[in-house]
């Protein structure tokens, strides 16, 4: 009786395998919360920040869909604060998996990456405002599971940008909250980060080659204010809202993306010569302020960036 119920689960677990394309696997994240200070702009300036890791953004997390992260957060003893983890690629309880640490404490749970997407990942202790706009935020990408397609065609570079605020440093939490003392957009943690034409200090820029698709996995981490996305001479080729293969909108000119959300924006710049895009949030008041990344088009275009460990430029 014993013995044929344990053929039964194993023939289920045999057919189970059998039917599933591509074998889901366990990932293991670890991530060690670290309060530090960090330059914010090209011209030295330094602020107090919580991270993920020492940066902004955290680490990228990339799996597949279906597959299990299995995740550790350690809140660094040297720490004054309690600090959480927060994913949104994950389907678990807020008061279980997402409850604050204390400083010297570790909390590790696992979920599974049920939907293909690009997702926020972000503290959650109080006050929630403050920790967002410290820093401590990063991305989780979750690749369909089907992999490359037609409608979700393979690209020739992938690029992850993440839009924060910059607050005066020290402004009070209901001041965070009424946006007050506001003074700048971090992309991946610096005002104009990617932008030698505002900032003469950017020495970095987006690059890729004439006629190449490039792929653009935009988060926005602000706390209260929307993105909305354009390539200034350029037009989107497909944006998969969410990140979702099964969202795709076909020749945009602006995007919006809401708080603590994220697309995924493919563009295809002109084969045959060189070119440059400005991938701007195009709300005047925070372009200005650092919202603004440049794309570099042309034949001399550094082949190791957008690729492999060069999908966020630090
Ligand atoms: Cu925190």
């Not at 689960?9 to 395998?17: D, N, P």
């Not at 720490?79 to 909390?107: Q, R, W």
């Not at 809401?258 to 701007?280: E, K, L, M, Q, Y």
């Not at 302020?289 to 492999?308: C, E, F, Q, S, Y």
Request: contains cysteine.
């Amino acid at each position: 009786m014993r013995q044929s119920l344990y053929a039964a689960v194993s023939a289920c677990a045999l057919l189970g395998a059998l039917a599933t394309p591509a074998a889901a696997k366990t990932v293991k994240v670890e991530m060690t919360v670290k309060e530090v200070e960090l330059e914010v702009d090209h011209k030295g300036t330094k602020q107090k920040m919580w991270t993920y890791g020492g940066t902004i953004p955290g680490p990228l997390v990339r799996v597949t869909e279906g597959d299990t992260v299995d995740f550790t957060l350690i809140n660094d003893a040297a720490n004054k604060n309690s600090h959480s983890m927060d994913f949104h690629a994950a389907i678990v309880d807020v008061l279980d998996e997402f409850a604050e640490v204390k400083p010297g404490g570790t909390k590790r749970f696992t979920f599974e990456a049920k939907y293909p997407g690009v997702f926020v990942y972000h503290c959650g202790a109080a006050s929630m405002v403050e920790h967002i706009s410290r820093g401590m935020y990063g991305v989780i990408i979750v690749d369909p599971k089907e992999s490359f397609s037609a409608a979700y065609p393979k690209p020739d570079r992938e690029y992850v940008l993440v839009q924060g605020d910059l607050f005066r440093e020290g402004t009070a939490v209901d001041d965070l909250l009424d946006g007050k003392n506001w003074i700048g957009a971090l992309i991946n943690g610096k005002v104009f980060h990617y932008d030698p034409v505002h900032d003469p200090g950017a020495s970095q820029t987006l690059q890729a080659k004439p006629g190449e698709r490039v792929r653009i996995y935009y988060v926005n981490a602000s706390v209260n204010e929307p993105v909305a996305l354009h390539p200034i001479a350029g037009i989107w080729d497909r944006v998969y809202d969410q990140g979702n293969p099964k969202n795709v909108v076909h020749g945009a000119q602006t995007f919006l993306i809401p708080p603590a959300s994220g697309a995924v924006f493919d563009i295809v710049p002109p084969a045959g010569r060189a070119t440059n895009n400005a991938i701007v949030d195009h709300a005047m008041s925070r372009a200005l302020r650092g919202a603004i990344t440049v794309l570099m088009t042309n034949d001399d275009a550094d082949p190791t960036l957008g690729r492999g460990d060069k999908l966020i430029l630090r």
